[in-house]
């Protein structure tokens, strides 16, 4: 089995990465970052390979009305949560420098389900 690199976000009660993982109480800042549409673009758009079969909201910021459903997305390489997108481009999270150079080197393109090495990634 091909272990995926979790970029994990513990407070949102999903998948909990390394000491590198964004956190959302302190890993945010008020000016966007370099890239940050391709990057939030990519976070939303890569296969989904996980559901939590409900909706939420802004955990930051509970009056703010959006839908968000909760699982977990891949590229094949990185795992993360799928509404990571959204904190990215809300409040300018930061995602780790290494996952921002993956992307880079994908020209911003997330592989589609089909180009995805599932059997790989989940055989026993």
Same mark, same amino acid.
């Given at each position: 089995?091909k272990?995926?690199?979790?970029?994990?976000?513990?407070? *949102? &009660? &999903?998948? !909990?990465?390394g000491?590198?993982?964004p956190?959302? =109480?302190v890993?945010?800042v =008020?000016?966007p970052?370099?890239?940050?549409?391709?990057? #939030?673009?990519? +976070?939303e758009t890569?296969?989904?390979? /996980?559901a =939590?079969g409900?909706i939420? &909201?802004? $955990?930051?910021?509970p009056?703010?009305?959006? !839908?968000l459903?909760? &699982?977990?997305?891949t590229?094949? $390489?990185?795992?993360? #949560? /799928?509404?990571?997108?959204?904190?990215?481009?809300?409040?300018? *999270?930061r !995602?780790? @420098? $290494?996952? %921002?150079?993956?992307m =880079?080197l994908?020209?911003? %393109?997330?592989? @589609?389900?089909?180009e995805v090495?599932?059997?790989a +990634?989940?055989?026993h």
């Open positions: 089995m272990a995926l690199r979790h970029i994990g976000l513990s407070d *949102l &009660g &999903g998948i !909990v990465g000491p590198e993982c956190r959302l =109480a890993d945010f =008020a000016e970052q370099e890239n940050e549409d391709k990057i #939030a673009r990519y +976070l890569a296969p989904s390979y /996980a =939590a409900k939420v &909201g802004d $955990v930051l910021n009056d703010e009305q959006v !839908v459903f909760p &699982g977990a997305k590229d094949g $390489v990185f795992s993360w #949560a /799928a509404e990571l997108y959204y904190y990215v481009r809300k409040y300018h *999270l !995602v780790p @420098t $290494v996952f %921002i150079e993956h =880079a994908r020209n911003w %393109i997330p592989p @589609t389900e089909d090495d599932w059997k +990634l989940f055989s």
